[in-house]
């Protein structure tokens, strides 16, 4: 595929090809998770966690998500840029919303916006729609709503909320989304979904029989260390790594060693 956009993700479900989607939040790590083969690149409201050192993600503004999003477009020849509409920004109405999404795609130049949740949003979600912009829902675990439910444990895992789900991602298929991102719920309950609607189902702790995965770039390339749950699979060890490094480059400094006759002029 050249540049890939929402009709791609499509197909590509229907090919039974697995879609690949990682978070990046600025310039140079975008030009990386892009050039790797990354389909899709989310431009998440985790940058409240992962850049601004913030506990939630209810903190980070509609400013900041433009600010990360424009940063993150610059670099991307190929995968498709999905941007979260951060807490505050679309759930009052729907003509907040549709504003909201309106100064993503103009101001940063994004190509999709995510939102979290089902019913409650439907009308602020056909409206953004309706502007022509694409969208991708959000069920399951939705940190925007932490506050609500206390904890970050696995959702649905009863019968009421695993319904309730199953009738939001059917929802929001009929209304016109072009995928759904499903967090940390019963694999069973993902496999469920991914089996009752045709657009694609990205799950993160959903396990393995949805259409995609995501994860959050720095608990992948293992950057951060704290956060330690079972769905997270890290591909490198960047915080013991940057450390050493790190350490290093300071002794270097103190005993003299940098820089050398070659590094200077
Ligand atoms: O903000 C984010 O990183 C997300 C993913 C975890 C899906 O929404
Ligand atoms: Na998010």
């Given at each position: 595929?050249?540049?890939i956009?929402?009709k791609?993700l499509?197909?590509?479900?229907?090919?039974g090809?697995?879609?690949s989607?990682?978070?990046a939040?600025d310039?140079?790590m975008a030009?990386?998770?892009?050039?790797?083969?990354?389909d899709v690149?989310?431009?998440g409201?985790?940058?409240?966690?992962?850049?601004?050192?913030?506990?939630?993600?209810?903190p980070?503004?509609?400013?900041?998500?433009?600010?990360?999003?424009s940063?993150?477009?610059r670099a991307v020849?190929?995968?498709?840029?999905?941007v979260?509409?951060?807490f505050?920004?679309?759930q009052?109405?729907?003509?907040?919303?549709?504003?909201?999404?309106?100064?993503?795609?103009?101001?940063?130049?994004?190509?999709?916006?995510?939102?979290?949740?089902?019913?409650?949003?439907?009308?602020s979600?056909?409206?953004?729609?309706?502007a022509g912009?694409?969208?991708m829902?959000?069920?399951g675990?939705?940190p925007?709503?932490?506050?609500?439910f206390g904890t970050?444990?696995?959702?649905?895992?009863?019968?009421a909320?695993?319904e309730?789900?199953?009738e939001?991602?059917?929802?929001?298929?009929?209304?016109?989304?072009?995928?759904?991102?499903?967090?940390k719920?019963?694999?069973?309950?993902?496999?469920?979904?991914?089996?009752s609607?045709s657009?694609?189902?990205?799950?993160i702790?959903?396990?393995p029989?949805?259409?995609g995965q995501?994860?959050?770039?720095?608990?992948?390339?293992?950057?951060?260390?704290e956060?330690?749950?079972?769905f997270?699979?890290?591909?490198?060890?960047?915080?013991d790594d940057m450390?050493?490094?790190?350490?290093q480059?300071?002794?270097?400094?103190?005993?003299?060693?940098?820089?050398n006759?070659?590094?200077?002029y």
């Amino acid at each position: 595929y050249k540049r890939i956009t929402v009709k791609t993700l499509v197909d590509m479900k229907s090919n039974g090809e697995k879609i690949s989607m990682l978070t990046a939040y600025d310039y140079t790590m975008a030009k990386i998770v892009d050039g790797a083969g990354t389909d899709v690149i989310l431009v998440g409201d985790s940058a409240s966690n992962v850049m601004a050192g913030h506990e939630t993600t209810l903190p980070i503004t509609l400013d900041q998500m433009i600010y990360h999003a424009s940063s993150v477009v610059r670099a991307v020849n190929r995968s498709l840029v999905v941007v979260d509409l951060p807490f505050g920004s679309y759930q009052s109405d729907p003509k907040e919303a549709l504003r909201s999404a309106i100064r993503i795609m103009k101001e940063s130049g994004g190509h999709a916006v995510k939102l979290e949740g089902g019913k409650e949003i439907k009308d602020s979600i056909k409206r953004i729609l309706n502007a022509g912009i694409p969208v991708m829902g959000h069920l399951g675990l939705t940190p925007q709503s932490i506050y609500k439910f206390g904890t970050y444990t696995v959702r649905a895992k009863e019968e009421a909320e695993a319904e309730k789900l199953i009738e939001d991602a059917k929802m929001l298929e009929r209304i016109g989304c072009f995928g759904v991102v499903l967090e940390k719920i019963p694999s069973a309950l993902a496999k469920k979904v991914a089996e009752s609607i045709s657009i694609p189902v990205i799950g993160i702790g959903a396990g393995p029989d949805v259409d995609g995965q995501v994860l959050v770039l720095h608990d992948m390339i293992g950057m951060t260390h704290e956060f330690n749950p079972r769905f997270l699979r890290r591909y490198l060890n960047l915080f013991d790594d940057m450390t050493d490094a790190i350490a290093q480059y300071v002794d270097d400094v103190k005993t003299q060693d940098f820089p050398n006759d070659s590094e200077k002029y």
